[in-house]
C-alpha cells in the first residue's frame, strides 16, 4: 500500500465546474505539498500545508491533520487548469518527499 | 521561493553515450533532489544531492549509472550514463526544505535511440 494515495487517477470536467482532487496518507507528516506538472514534464510547487487551508487564486488546498486528508480544490476550471496534480508528503524524520501517483485532469471547453 | 533553472529542457541520445543535466538555483537550499519519472509512472527519487559530498542513492540506483555532483548550495548535475532506451524518462531535480517548501526544475524530457 502506497504511503501517499490520490483520488481520482483521472477526471474529466466541463469548463466551468468545481474539481476535488483528494489525498490521503497513512505515515506521519510535517507538511503536505500540493504540485502541479504540465506536459512537458515541469512541476510548480501550489501549496505546502501543515494545518488549515490555503487559497491561491481559483485553488484551495485544505488539511485535516487527524483523519490524514487532504483536498484540492479548483472554482470555475478552465482548461489551462488541464495538467496532473501530485500531493507530496514530507515526512517527520527527514526531508524527502513521498510522492502521490497524481491525477491527470482534462478540463474541456 | 527559489528559481530553479534545468537544461537541458530535452534532449535525443545514441544508446551507449551519457548526458548531463543541470540544475541551478537562483539562492542557497539545503536540500537538492534528482528524481525520475518512467513513461505513465509517477516520481522516483534517484539520490539526495549533498554538498561536497556524495550523493545518497535510493535502492536500485547506483553512483556509476548516475553520477551526481553538488559543488555548492546553488548548483548540480545529475549524468546518465552509458544510455539504453529503458532510461527514457522524465528527469527532474528540486530544491529545498521542510520549512520552507520545494521548489522544481523544469524536467528534461529524454529519449534514448
Known amino acids: 500500500k502506497n504511503e501517499v494515495e490520490q483520488s481520482p487517477q483521472n477526471l474529466t470536467a466541463q469548463e466551468g465546474e468545481f474539481i476535488t482532487i483528494n489525498c490521503s496518507y497513512s505515515?506521519?507528516?510535517?507538511?503536505l505539498h500540493w504540485l502541479q506538472q504540465h506536459p512537458g514534464g515541469g512541476i510548480v510547487s501550489l501549496f505546502m500545508?501543515?494545518?488549515?487551508?490555503k487559497k491561491h487564486g481559483r485553488l484551495i488546498a485544505t488539511i485535516n491533520i487527524q483523519e490524514k486528508h487532504s483536498s484540492l480544490h479548483i472554482t470555475a476550471s478552465h482548461p489551462r487548469d488541464s495538467a496532473v496534480y501530485i500531493c507530496?508528503?514530507?515526512?517527520?524524520?527527514?526531508?524527502?518527499?513521498?510522492w502521490g501517483a497524481g491525477t491527470k485532469l482534462i478540463i474541456k471547453p | 521561493s527559489a528559481v530553479i533553472s534545468q537544461k537541458p529542457s530535452r534532449d535525443i541520445c545514441q544508446r551507449g553515450t551519457s548526458l548531463t543535466i543541470q540544475c541551478q538555483v537562483d539562492?542557497?537550499?539545503?536540500?537538492m533532489f534528482w528524481y525520475r519519472q518512467q513513461p505513465g509512472q509517477s516520481l522516483t527519487l534517484i539520490a539526495t544531492?549533498?554538498?561536497?559530498?556524495?550523493?545518497?542513492?535510493e535502492s536500485g540506483f547506483v553512483i556509476d549509472k548516475f553520477p551526481i555532483s553538488r559543488p555548492n548550495l546553488t548548483f548540480s548535475t545529475l549524468t546518465v550514463s552509458n544510455m539504453s532506451p529503458e532510461d527514457s524518462s522524465i528527469y527532474l531535480c528540486?530544491?529545498?526544505?521542510?520549512?520552507?517548501?520545494?521548489?522544481f526544475g523544469s524536467g528534461t524530457r529524454l529519449t534514448v535511440v
Open positions: 544531492a549533498n554538498q561536497g559530498s556524495e550523493a545518497t542513492y
Open positions: 505515515v506521519g507528516i510535517s507538511a
Open positions: 528540486g530544491g529545498g526544505g521542510a520549512d520552507y517548501g520545494y521548489t
Open positions: 539562492s542557497q537550499v539545503t536540500m
Open positions: 507530496a508528503a514530507t515526512m517527520d524524520s527527514n526531508y524527502q518527499l513521498i
Open positions: 500545508l501543515s494545518s488549515g487551508k
